[in-house]
C-alpha cells in the first residue's frame, strides 16, 4: 500500500490513498527511484531498510523530516524485493516563499536540503542515530592544539 | 594527542590535536596500537584529492586497544585488543545486509560525502578529507571507531599486532578478490602487484584451492616474497613477456581468474578523466584482459583506478569475460580471516618491513611511496 502524509498548517494531517495506482493517477508520474533530481519540486526519494508504518508511521512524520512543516509532502510504499521502504519527499506545489521555521532550514537549495533531511531519517530508522562528523579544532574551542 | 597531519602536498608533520571524543552512541575509542600504511594514501598524500585540507590526519588501517565506548556499544569492553576495519558501515542497510558493507548507505555524513563522484554514496573510511566522509585517520594516537560493534574485531590472544593489523583492510582486499574470482580448485589465477593486497590476493587463491598462482611485478625483493611467503609463482615483466608466460603457465588457455591488484598509479590518474581532464592508462588492467582466459573472471582491486580510457572492451565480448571490482567488505571476512591468522594459515607480518614510531611517519610514507629499502609496508606505532 501507498501513503501519503501531508501536513496542514496547525498541525498534522495524514491522507491515506487508496494504493499505489492512486498516488500514480494523483501526480501523474510515481516517484522517482533513481538518483535525485536537483530541481526543485521534484520528488526525491530513498530506499529504507524497514516496513513503510516503521518508515512513516500513521500520525507521526519522522525526524528531521517533522521539522519541514507546512513545506513538504511525503509518501511512503513498499519497495520491491524486500528491500524495505521507498520514503519520498518534494516541496508543496504553487509554495514558492515557504512560511517562517521551514523557509529558513530549507534555504536556497531546498532539493539539496530535502535529500539530505531525507538520508537523515532514513539513517535514524536503520541505525537508530543520524552518524555525526568528528568535531574540528574551530568547532571545540578549549581543547588542546 | 599526537597525530600525522597532511600539510600540503607531500608535506607531513606530527601536530597536537584534540583528542577525540565520542559522538555517537554506536562509538568507540582505541588507542593505536598499530598503524600501516596504504596505496590508497598516496594520491591524499601528493595532493591530488579535492577537499583534503591542512591538518587532516590520514590512516586507515589499524589495530589497538579500546578505552572507551558508547552506551549502544554491546560487543566491546574497555581493555579488547581489536582490529578494525577500514570501511566504514553500519551493519543496518540493506547493503550491509547484503554483506556488501562497502557499499553501506550510512558510512558517510554530510552531503558531500552523499553526493561522490559515482552517483551514489559508498561506505565511508578513516583517513579521508573531512569533507568527504567526516572520520580523521588512523596515524594518532587515539581514534574514534563509529558503528563499533560492525568494524572492530577481537584479535585472538595468539596473533601479534604486526599480524592482525592487516586484517584492517590488505587481507580482506585480497580474499575479496579471490572470492570475486570465484577461485576454484584447479585454477590458475594471475596477480598484477606483488604489494600487500597482491600478495594477500595470491595467498586467498591459495586458500581456495588454486592450481598456480602466478604475480606479475617488476621488483624481485617483492617478487622473492611472493615465492617464500605466499608459495606462488613470481613474473618480472621487466625481463619476460607477460602474455605469453601467463599463456604457456595456462596451458595455452590463459588463467582463469586475473586480478589486478597494482593500486594507485604513480601518475595523476585519482581524479583525472573528468571533462576536460586527462584519462590514465591501466597497462595492468588491459594486460589483464588481454590474458584472460576465454570465459574467465577478471577483478579490479587497484584503488584510485579513476577514470580509464581506451579500454579493451572488445575482448570482454568477444571472450564472454566476466568483469568484477570492488572496495574490501572486511567486516564479512575478518572474523574469518583472523581465525586463519590464528590457526598460522595466513601469515603477513613479513609485509610490515619498516617499523617505525609515528613521529617518523614522513620518513616512513617516503620510503613507502618510493618503494625504496624494499619497502612493501611501513607499520607506525603512536
Ligand atoms: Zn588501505
Ligand atoms: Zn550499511
Redesign the pocket.
Given at each position: 500500500m501507498a501513503r501519503m502524509g501531508r501536513l496542514a498548517s496547525g498541525g498534522l494531517a495524514l491522507v491515506l490513498a487508496g494504493g499505489a495506482l492512486a498516488l500514480v493517477r494523483r501526480h501523474r508520474h510515481r516517484p522517482p527511484t533513481a538518483a535525485p533530481d536537483p530541481r526543485p519540486g521534484r520528488w526525491q526519494v530513498v530506499t529504507v531498510a524497514g516496513r513503510p508504518e516503521e518508515v512513516l508511521p500513521p500520525g507521526r512524520w519522522p525526524e528531521p523530516l517533522r521539522r519541514l512543516d507546512g513545506a513538504v509532502e511525503l509518501s511512503a510504499r513498499p519497495a520491491p524485493g524486500g528491500r524495505g521502504t521507498e520514503l519520498a519527499a518534494r516541496p508543496l506545489s504553487g509554495e514558492p516563499t515557504l512560511p517562517g521555521l521551514a523557509a529558513h532550514l530549507v534555504g536556497d537549495d531546498p532539493g539539496r536540503f530535502l535529500r539530505q533531511a531525507l538520508r537523515e531519517a532514513k539513517q535514524l530508522v536503520e541505525t537508530g542515530e543520524v552518524l555525526r562528523a568528528d568535531r574540528s579544532r574551530l568547532d571545540r574551542p578549549g581543547t588542546a592544539g | 594527542m599526537r597525530a600525522l597531519c597532511w600539510e600540503g602536498a607531500d608535506t607531513l608533520a606530527v601536530r597536537q590535536v584534540p583528542d577525540p571524543e565520542l559522538r555517537n552512541a554506536q562509538d568507540m575509542i582505541v588507542r593505536v596500537r598499530r598503524s600501516v600504511t596504504?596505496?590508497?594514501?598516496l594520491p591524499l598524500l601528493a595532493g591530488r584529492v579535492p577537499h583534503l585540507a591542512a591538518g587532516d590526519v590520514l590512516g586507515?588501517?589499524f589495530l589497538g586497544d579500546v578505552v572507551e565506548v558508547g552506551p549502544e556499544v554491546r560487543r566491546h569492553r574497555v581493555a579488547d585488543r581489536v582490529v578494525v576495519c577500514?570501511g566504514i558501515a553500519c551493519g543496518a542497510c540493506w547493503f550491509c545486509r547484503q554483506g556488501l558493507f562497502a557499499c553501506c548507505d550510512n558510512g558517510t555524513t554530510g552531503t558531500a560525502g552523499a553526493e561522490p563522484e559515482w552517483g551514489q554514496p559508498t561506505g565511508g573510511c578513516y583517513g579521508r578529507p573531512a569533507l568527504l566522509g567526516g572520520f580523521a585517520g588512523s596515524h594518532a594516537e587515539f581514534v574514534r571507531v563509529p558503528y563499533a560493534d560492525v568494524g572492530a574485531f577481537t584479535v585472538p590472544d595468539g596473533v601479534s599486532d604486526d599480524r592482525a593489523v592487516f586484517a584492517s583492510?590488505?587481507a580482506p582486499?585480497g580474499w575479496m578478490g579471490a572470492e570475486l574470482g570465484e577461485v576454484s580448485p584447479g585454477d590458475v589465477v594471475a596477480v598484477w602487484g606483488a604489494g600487500a593486497v597482491g600478495q594477500l590476493t595470491a595467498a586467498a587463491a591459495r586458500l581456495r584451492g588454486a592450481d598456480r598462482v602466478i604475480v606479475v611485478d617488476e621488483h624481485d625483493e617483492r617478487l622473492r616474497m611472493v615465492e617464500r611467503h605466499v608459495g606462488a609463482e613470481p613474473l618480472n615483466y621487466r625481463y619476460l613477456d607477460v602474455p605469453a608466460e601467463l599463456r604457456e603457465r595456462s596451458g595455452g588457455r590463459g588463467p582463469d581468474v586475473c586480478v589486478e591488484a597494482v593500486g594507485p598509479a604513480a601518475s595523476p590518474g585519482l581524479f583525472a578523466g573528468r571533462p576536460g581532464r586527462r584519462a590514465d592508462g591501466s597497462p595492468a588492467l588491459r594486460e589483464a584482459v588481454h590474458s584472460c582466459r576465454k570465459g574467465g573472471t577478471v577483478v579490479l582491486l587497484g584503488t584510485g583506478t579513476g577514470f580509464v580510457d581506451t579500454f579493451p572492451l572488445g575482448a570482454v565480448l568477444d571472450k564472454g569475460l566476466t568483469v568484477r571490482g570492488g572496495r574490501q567488505h572486511g567486516q564479512r571476512w575478518i572474523p574469518m580471516l583472523l581465525e586463519r591468522m590464528a590457526r598460522d594459515e595466513l601469515r603477513t607480518e613479513h609485509l610490515a618491513t619498516h617499523r617505525l614510531p609515528l613521529e617518523r611517519g614522513a620518513e616512513g610514507y617516503a620510503l613507502f611511496r618510493d618503494r625504496a629499502d624494499g619497502c612493501v609496508r611501513a607499520v607506525f606505532s603512536p
Open positions: - | 596504504c596505496g590508497a594514501d586507515h588501517e577500514a583492510d590488505a582486499t
